[in-house]
Structures are given as structure tokens and as C-alpha cells.
């Protein structure tokens, strides 16, 4: 069984910085990329960043120079770093990885319950 749970979401102003954090944990053998998403009321889950071992992260238009995602892989853990919000970021943010649970088997997609972030103008 894998757990992924956020934390860090809470209401901030407008110009703040806000760092979220995703712990994966659980049987896990390796973890190939994690990730953050997030959904605004009445629109779609959306990527947000990405990041996978190896390779240069991965960012939305509206999170670059803004966002910085990160990882800790000796803590299966991934971060998003959140600089200057906007109310426009006010979303449900969840993370997801991809997850392999023994040596025998393929990876499967793992979703974290989410965490709120609520940007005031």
C-alpha cells in the first residue's frame, strides 16, 4: 500500500510565497516521476510541475519563474516552491508519482487528497 500525503496548503495574500510539501510512503521500491497538479472550482485538473530523477523539471506557462518543484528522494518526498501567488492560483493542489511496488512489476500512478491553496487579492 502507497500514501501520498500534502501539506502546506493555507489561505495567503496576494505576492506570498507558499511551499508545499508531498510524502510518498508505503512499499516502495522506486519512484520515477512525481509530480503537482492542481483543480480550480468548475475547471480541470491541470500540471502544474513536474520532476523526474535525471531530467530538468517540467513547468506549466503559468508556474514558470514562479514555481520551483524539487524532490528528495532519500525521503520520497516532492516539494513546490510558490513565489509571487496570484489569486488566480487558488486551486486544490494535489501531487502524484509513479510508483513501483516490487521488482516485478510495472509502475502505477499514485494521487495524493490534496491540499487547498487560497490566494486574497
Known amino acids: 500500500q502507497v500514501q501520498l500525503v500534502e501539506s502546506g496548503g493555507t489561505l495567503v495574500q496576494a505576492g506570498d510565497s507558499l511551499r508545499l510539501t508531498c510524502a510518498a510512503s508505503g512499499s516502495i521500491v522506486r519512484i520515477n516521476a512525481m509530480g503537482w497538479y492542481r483543480q480550480a472550482p468548475g475547471k480541470q485538473r491541470e500540471l502544474v510541475a513536474s520532476?523526474?530523477?535525471?531530467?530538468?523539471?517540467n513547468y506549466a506557462d503559468s508556474a514558470k519563474g514562479r514555481f520551483t518543484i524539487s524532490r528528495d528522494n532519500a525521503k520520497n518526498t516532492v516539494y513546490l516552491q510558490m513565489n509571487s501567488l496570484k489569486p488566480e492560483d487558488t486551486a486544490v493542489y494535489y501531487c502524484n508519482a509513479d510508483i513501483r511496488t516490487n521488482w516485478g512489476s510495472s509502475t502505477s500512478l499514485y494521487w495524493g487528497q490534496g491540499t487547498q491553496v487560497t490566494v486574497s487579492s
Open positions: 520532476i523526474r530523477s535525471g531530467l530538468s523539471p
